[in-house]
């Protein structure tokens, strides 16, 4: 029988809890965000004047792919499927999650996986150099040998993905305590159901594509070497098809963490449920549709140009009535603006101006100026920071009451919201002018118009690294020596101090009245 230390490992190691498991994912994850934003921290020292300074280009291009790579699949991801782990029993009223054994194991083998990943920083030939988008043949005829380990940890963590996804679709369907019907669950839940499916649909396909990779590398195929009558465009396809329901996959459960939060301090109902569940399998469906919008400048046909560029003006439409119920949610409530609200609030209006960017970079057209400048890149930052982690921190200050029982501290959460938000806008709109300009990606230097607005970009960097230490130190205190929530937390149906009880339907509920 083990005892003290040994026994507590043991416990974390075999555990098949869904709120301990939810927990490694989240600290996981968290480590994971420091690790990616380290990396992000150099492309950004370098780039903070002219020239060469501080690293080689080849480093400079290592540190941008495994800064896209970690932060994607071992940040973002990671900490949506532990809130999942967390929330979603408890939302439906299951006791656990469906498949608890393999859920425990869906979440051990993702330190193997990261472990492998950042280990070829120290193999011959270096980390992986192509990018996060590991475009063939800078990934298959000219990559560094360290890329055979690259493939191997991509198929960990997709099979990682399909196990949690598959868990929470069949928690959802199967465990729903007694009177709730599927329009009945909160927006999170739905959120994640539609997720799920779309993990299930699309890791294997880029575990596809990581595999043929693999077989160009080593058994002599051609899928991609065109001497050998292979296409390389055919892998940005491939890639794509993937790549594309991915960039929502790493959206939609924070829509459904957004969809609780403000409610809760707007003390409203949400407006407009059933609108926001058909939105988002909207958004889901037509994310299907959209994948060659990353390739206009690849010489497919003007038919297929303006398919796809109709069909990614499609999306703002379901997106669109989302940030209207949220505004209308808003509307003439009794808002009060603790620091999960402010995250909210945050993520509506930059997530819209990352929006705007993307309704840009779908004018085929117009993409032909864009493409591959840092215009793209304020895009995208501008959707996944507002909108993956903004969401993520506000469910962890919004839930981490309820999960730890003590109360963070408000002024330090206040704190680290508005350093981020200042840090995250100094950050990323100068890009936009950059961009705009034409100063290309993922290059270590650049022409000396570029100085001011990369230095600006820099020290906002910075600024934002700095405001996450702040946040790990409040969530430290909070679990170890804060102030004990009071038991509104435990009374309150979403799970908190400082809100009044909801008068919404009893679809916000963690569990339906009657069962309760």
Partial sequence: MAHGPAKGITRWLFTTNHKDIGSMYLWFSFMMFFLGGIFALVIRAELFEPGLQIVEPEFFNQMTTLHGLIMVFGAVMPAFVGLANWMIPMMVGAPDMALPRMNNWSFWILPFAFAMLVSTLFMEG????FGWTFYAPLSTTYAPP??????????????????????????????RAPGMTLMKMPLFVWTWLITAYLLIAVMPVLAGVVTMMLMDIHFGTSFFDAAGGGDPVLFQHVFWFFGHPEVYIMILPAFGIISAIIPTFARKPLFGYASMVYATASIAFLSFIVWAHHMFTVGIPLVGELFFMYATMLIAVPTGVKVFNWITTMFKGSMTFETPMLFSVAFVILFTIGGFSGLMLAIAPADFQYHDTYFVVAHFHYVLVP?????????????????????????????????????????????????????PRRIPDYALQFADFNMISSCGAFLFGAAQVLFLFNVLRTITVGKKASDEVWENPEGLEWSVPSPAPYHTFSTPPEVR
Avoid: D, Q, R
């Fill in 146 to 175: 360290s890329v055979t380990f690259f493939i191997f940890a991509v198929h960990i963590m997709g099979a990682s993905s399909i196990m949690g996804a598959i868990n929470i679709i069949a928690t959802i369907l199967n465990m």
């Fill in 126 to 129: 270096g980390a992986p150099n």
């Fill in 387 to 439: 909108g993956a982690i903004f969401s993520i921190t506000a469910a962890v200050y919004y839930w981490l009451p309820k999960w730890c029982g003590n109360m963070y501290n408000e002024l330090m959460g206040k704190t680290h919201f508005w350093l981020a938000f200042i840090g995250l806008n100094l950050t990323f709109f100068p890009m936009h002018f950059v961009g705009l300009a034409g100063m």
